[in-house]
């Protein structure tokens, strides 16, 4: 009774459509409402999987190691089975491919579970820990919108290919605030014929996705980076390298994660072996690599952005995996901690060198020195830098340097630097003076 009523006040719309809207408009009119439910829909999933992470790691940091990671993920693989199996009993894995297939070879037509089973199984296992991704399924979800919105107005099959292409377009630009990535991303994945009566219902359906993402979720991008410096002709030749190791660690991705697939459904007789398969790889690479759980995002703004609480929070937990004493600095106190260690060690290793040519003019070997060089190291555990310092300048024996710019009269350079060094030691030793001696 219900769906014959509801049948009847589509029919309704749908004829008084079709006497007021011409169907171009029509299209228009249903691009921007599958941006709007795609919108939805990627707030909705993204809402699940952080409520589900918020719930089963309140009680410890998600970016340090615990014990509970070795469970969750095999936890959440168990749920979303179950969730297929006796809810959806239907496949629902390789979202793109499913859009790919029905584009193909069933007339775009998308079943009408994939509007939400996607987002539901997809979220489970992500807030579980499992590495899914939530790309993929809010693709499917996206078209599964399009192409049920286009069969319930009863639109021909090149008009549902285009909303399919919209609601994958949506999805895409709704999940990551970027409308020109969905669209690049549906003519070049779907392979959308670009007319520019498609065009504009993409375009549509992009930016109201991106609109109403930025409206439930805030006005921040998913990625916030500025360029410091103007695009140059010099960055072309880096940049295309980038791009061609890119694709080659694209196809090696995609031929082990087809062998690893074929691989794992070569179980499928063994279900339980399956699971405890899967969640055990699983499980042990979040154990040790906690950054790995859930969508994964917070992990990439730290190659981008990195100045947020939460990427600060992320490595200083794993810089004291590796070191006790862990300081934090701001991006002007790591300029001024590359000055010194340019001090520190670039220049003290330059010293070295010269040492090395002093003593290799004499024929006397450079390791006659690592004992005092050892010592002097040793000391600036316990002492500070000025406290371990020894030396001819530091006790002001003129005599002694004087001397020894003697010994280097053949360099004027050496005799400076020798100078310098020596009055930033101790400024009473200033206006030192030089014999000069005929060679």
Known sequence: ??????????????????????DRQFVLILAFIVGFLAAVAAYILHFIIEEIETLITSGFRITTINWLYLLYPVIGIWLTSL??????????????TR???????????????????SIVASAITIGFGGSVGAEAPIVLTGSAIGSNLGRIFNMDRRTLMLLVGCGATAAVSGIFKAPIAGLVFTLEILMVDLTMASLLPILIASVTATCFSYFFTGGE???NFKMDYLWSLSKVPPTILLGVCCGFLSLYFMRV??????????LSKHPYLKLMAGGLVLSSLIFLFPSLYGEGYNSLRIFIEGNSAATEDMIRNFANRLSQRVITLSSADRKYLHLAAVWACNFTNYCYTVASDILGEHGIPFDVMLPL?????????TLSPKAAQTGPAVR???????????????NADLQKIYQMLSKGI???VDNLILDKKED
């Not at 009774?1 to 011409?22: F, G, L, Q």
């Not at 297939?101 to 509007?115: D, G, M, P, Q, V």
């Not at 994660?257 to 070569?266: F, I, Q, V």
């Open 396 to 410: 002001g024996d003129k005599n002694v340097m004087s001397q020894q710019l003697e010994l280097m009269r053949h």
């Open 99 to 117: 859009v790919l297939y029905a584009i193909s070879t069933k007339r775009s037509k998308l079943k009408a579970h994939n509007t939400w089973t």
């Open 221 to 223: 991008p998913m990625y």
């Open 257 to 266: 994660m087809s062998w690893c697939e074929d691989k794992y459904a070569s």
């Open 83 to 96: 969730f297929v199996k006796y809810v959806v009993r239907d496949q629902i894995s390789h979202g793109i």
């Open 373 to 381: 060089i050892n010592e002097t190291t040793e000391k600036l555990q």
């Open 426 to 428: 101790n400024p009473m």
């Open 1 to 22: 009774m219900v769906d014959k009523e509801s049948n009847n006040i589509i029919s309704s719309i749908d004829n008084w459509r079709k006497k007021n809207i011409s």
